[in-house]
């Protein structure tokens, strides 16, 4: 299952039953406040408001769905972004635009109208085992690259529709299959592998370094911070 949050909602999606939200503003006593059965294996949440969108797996469908009032939530549209969704950290969005990794490249969607939703660009990335997050006005792409290394790369979205590369980081000469997954908080990056934390310093976008690393040997590592919603309910 994959969980975001606010201070006071939690949103959890159940691979095979769909999105259930959850009132968190009392921590003792946490309460349903509503639920939805989407079709398919959901991988992840993305929430802009009171629009969620859920990112299925495999079938690379993203679905928006109102939910403003939890008790009620309605899908409103979907679109295909690509086949063979695989692993979470898949979806991340800024406001109505939203980032989605297929098994070719990064798909660029937007959403501003979210009945009719649409492909409007794409990231390539020569690589593979792709994860993405927005944090601000920057995108993070964690991947391996065709040189087997792991990377993180940093992108400008003052146009989020046209991402702009900031820079392109070697994070550690030995990539492994996937980049596993990627979050920020503040100033500081998040790299989670099969067996290692990376910690990344991204105070200048330019010019990233890699402050640290801790590894778990046999263990996947994974993070989750608010870094997918754009504005907390």
Request: hydrophobic share 35%; glycine share 12%; charged share 10%.
């Amino acid at each position: 299952d994959f969980v975001i949050t606010t201070p006071t909602r939690a949103f959890i999606s159940d691979h095979s039953f769909g999105v259930r939200i959850i009132n968190i503003s009392s921590a003792s006593n946490p309460s349903l406040l509503g639920s939805l059965h989407t079709w398919g294996e959901i991988r992840d949440l993305y929430v802009n408001g009171t629009t969620g969108f859920t990112l299925h797996n495999s079938t690379g469908v993203v679905t928006a769905l109102d939910i403003g009032n939890p008790g009620n939530m309605q899908r409103l549209g979907s679109v295909e972004s690509g086949l063979w969704i695989i692993g979470l950290n898949n979806l991340a969005g800024k406001g109505s635009t939203i980032y989605v990794n297929t098994s070719y490249d990064t798909v660029i969607v937007n959403a501003a109208n979210p009945t009719s939703m649409s492909v409007v660009g794409s990231i390539a990335v020569s690589g593979k085992g792709r994860r993405i997050t927005v944090d601000g006005n920057y995108l993070y792409l964690a991947y391996i690259g065709n040189d087997g290394k792991l990377h993180l790369r940093v992108y400008g979205l003052s146009n989020p529709v046209a991402p702009v590369l900031e820079s392109d980081l070697i994070v550690s000469q030995i990539g492994g299959k996937t980049a596993g997954h990627v979050r920020v908080s503040g100033n500081r990056a998040y790299i989670g592998t099969f067996t290692t934390l990376y910690i990344l310093d991204v105070t200048n976008k330019q010019s990233p370094s890699v402050l640290g690393q801790y590894t778990i040997s046999g263990l996947g590592v994974s993070q989750q911070t608010s870094a997918n919603f754009n504005e907390p309910l």
